[in-house]
């Protein structure tokens, strides 16, 4: 892959966030080089983190929308888009979880008719709904990317796989459409992978970009109230020792079928079974 063919990107994330812990490496690396980088949120979900005292939804949520414009400009973001899915996680207007396992039917049903519901249908129906799909298709129309990176469909994270399986199927319709759109899954965020998840492309970052992403990571205090010390430096150094440089971020290439299914073609089951034995890819600073 030569990132100097790289115009235009965008990159996705669940939630405000997402791009700067699990794609701000490579987003610095990308803008600093002269590239045009858009930012995604698709997902409304109004948490914040332990010990930050929000206590209505609404508010909850532009907080971190703001959050995410400070992040994304310390990226160097050309445009930032808030789609507006709806969460998997049901939260009512003062910003309570409405988890139906662990609470009484009364109390359930007192919740669900409290919910809050925020913009387009949720993120794990999306691709059902028309409106949903001709946000991403009217976007990657817009600005012809040549690169999308995405997160993986085997994320543990409810919001997480629903979005990388949404991208990943509205990206293979339009490449079946003809459009050659080029897709990588970053790592699994929050309670790991629901399978392995092995990087095989590395693109090797340099201490600044490494910098900034740390810089962008600490825009989000109602994410980590108490801040994340080094974060930046210790996922690099990690990423980069598998690819044998000092600094780099991980991706794997798409996968699955082009239809949305593993089980038609050939192919597809020899990528599947061959994905773990793949070689890697370094893609060096100067390249
Ligand atoms: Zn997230």
Not at 7 to 32: N, Q
Not at 109 to 137: D, H, K, S
Not at 144 to 152: A, E, S, V
């Amino acid at each position: 892959m030569k990132l100097d063919n790289i115009k235009t990107f965008i990159s996705i994330g669940a939630h405000c966030d997402d791009v700067e812990y699990r794609t701000g490496g490579l987003f610095s690396r990308l803008t600093r080089q002269g590239a045009r980088g858009v930012y995604v949120v698709m997902v409304e979900n109004p948490y914040v983190g332990s010990g930050y005292i929000i206590k209505d939804a609404a508010t909850a949520l532009a907080t971190r929308r703001a959050e995410s414009l400070k992040g994304a400009a310390q990226l160097g973001a050309a445009r930032v888009e808030f789609f507006g899915f709806k969460s998997y996680y049901l939260h009512t207007p003062d910003r309570q979880t409405v988890f139906p396992a662990f609470r009484s039917r009364e109390e359930t049903i007192a919740m669900a008719n409290e919910v809050t519901w925020y913009g387009l249908p949720p993120v794990q129906n999306a691709y059902l709904f028309p409106e949903c799909v001709a946000r991403l298709v009217n976007l990657i129309t817009e600005e012809k990317p040549d690169l999308i990176l995405n997160h993986t469909p085997n994320d543990r994270h409810p919001d997480h796989y629903s979005v990388g399986r949404f991208v990943e199927l509205v990206t293979n319709d339009l490449n079946n459409a003809g459009a050659n759109l080029t897709q990588l899954h970053r790592e699994p965020g929050s309670g790991g992978s629901m399978g392995g998840w092995r990087p095989t492309i590395f693109f090797e970052l340099s201490a600044a970009d490494v910098e900034r992403q740390q810089r962008a990571m600490e825009c989000f205090p109602s994410q980590f109230p108490g801040g994340l010390k080094g974060y930046a430096e210790r996922r690099a150094r990690a990423f980069g020792k598998l690819a044998g440089v000092t600094f780099a971020e991980g991706y794997t290439a798409s996968g699955g079928g082009a239809d949305g299914s593993w089980s038609r073609y050939d192919h597809e089951w020899e990528r599947c079974v061959a994905m773990p034995a793949d070689p890697i890819t370094v893609i060096p600073l100067n390249a």
